[in-house]
DNA sequence: TTCTTTTGAATGAATATCATTCATTTTTCT
DNA sequence: AGAAAAATGAATGATATTCATTCAAAAGAA
């Protein structure tokens, strides 16, 4: 029996499914009829609301990176820490916040996704970090000219940490913490 | 008419005629029989060599993260400069000294190609700039317990700049540059 | 309210394009 | 010549993508 549903709807169950999918076995073993067959709609139908399987990714991973982003950030918005006491209290790791699928997403099959999504959210973090230091920056925190040279390695150094596997989640936000307060002079 | 060539002879062929592909087309739109066309061999023979498509990629990658990883850091060897003279000299970007693909690799279409490469070379980075740094440590230069940390953020930290491409290379080395030496309070 | 029309969401068979396999052919080496 | 290794390319099986057709439900007419 065919059910009709509201385009928005549709579009995010489509979303939805592909990024779980995509995240468990990864792009290649991932195939549109399968995510049709999870939803219990026609192959046919993804293809209306998003032009090709690549674009589906695509479109999962931006999305899921945002909501990563909004719950990584969220939380603190416009208070008065200093840029230290941000520092210290920060999850520091966007996989600690997660609280759908990201620190599933671990493993072989699902590498290369994983990395995608990782630096996708870099990307979207580092004009907000960008923000962070430059309150800072006014406040007389810290003293280094390129802003935005320094949110890129703060965010994008911790990959190197993040997408090392053989460490717990407390070492990971210990190490990197430590070291964003040394590099920053703080 | 069928041509021989030494089983090393010919993989390498396959790597390399892959390598150029991938990065000009993207994984997804470089077919096997491409990858064979452009050698003047069947697609049968690429199996010989190479389990499926994706370990080929990987292969491919791999061996080119390799030849960069060289080129960067090849030249100086062993010698006695100081952490900041080594900084202060260094190509700072990887694109710079590659006399290959990696610089016409940017696009739209290649971009997971690059981000992939880039974090493969980052990884292989790494472990040298750890070895850098830990000499530094011994010679006083810099007093930071986590080297592996610090090692990281200098690597994967580059990343952020690298992968934006409104920028001059010279820009890119230099804001590379002036964040390091401010970093690790040289 | 009940019947009719219209829209656009959903279907799924059909097509085209590969990745991958393997029986066969050709070359090389001893 | 005979064995071993390299190369071929037709065949197979998936699966991404297309599109003519079907149907649910909203809007309008009676």
């Known amino acids: 029996m065919r059910v009709t549903k509201e ?3 549709r579009k995010q169950e489509i979303l939805n499914t592909a990024l779980k999918l995509f995240g468990e076995k990864g792009y290649e073993k991932t195939s549109i009829t399968d995510i049709a067959k999870a939803i219990g709609v026609a192959q046919g139908l993804c293809y209306r ?8 990714f695509d479109s999962a991973i931006e999305q899921y990176a945002d909501i990563l982003v909004e ?10 820490k200093t840029l230290r006491q941000i520092i210290e209290d920060m999850p520091s790791t966007v ?11 671990h493993g072989a ?9 990782s630096l996708k ?3 979207k973090l580092v004009p907000l970090v960008e923000k962070l230091l430059q309150r800072a920056k006014q406040k007389g925190e810290i003293q280094f000219d390129d802003i935005q040279a320094a949110a ?3 965010v994008y150094g911790q990959l190197g940490i993040l997408l090392t596997d ?3 989640q407390e070492d990971k936000s210990k190490r990197i913490r430590e070291f964003l307060i040394f590099a920053l002079h703080l």
């Open 121 to 123: 959210v870099c990307e």
């Open 49 to 56: 609301y998003f032009p090709s399987k690549e674009a589906l």
């Open 109 to 117: 099959e699902n590498k290369k996704f994983h990395d995608q999504l």
């Open 166 to 168: 053989d460490l717990t």
């Open 152 to 154: 890129m390695f703060c």
């Open 7 to 9: 385009p928005e709807v």
């Open 95 to 105: 996989e600690e916040r997660d609280t759908t699928y990201y620190s599933a997403f």
């Open 71 to 80: 719950q990584y950030i969220g939380s603190d918005k416009g208070n008065d």
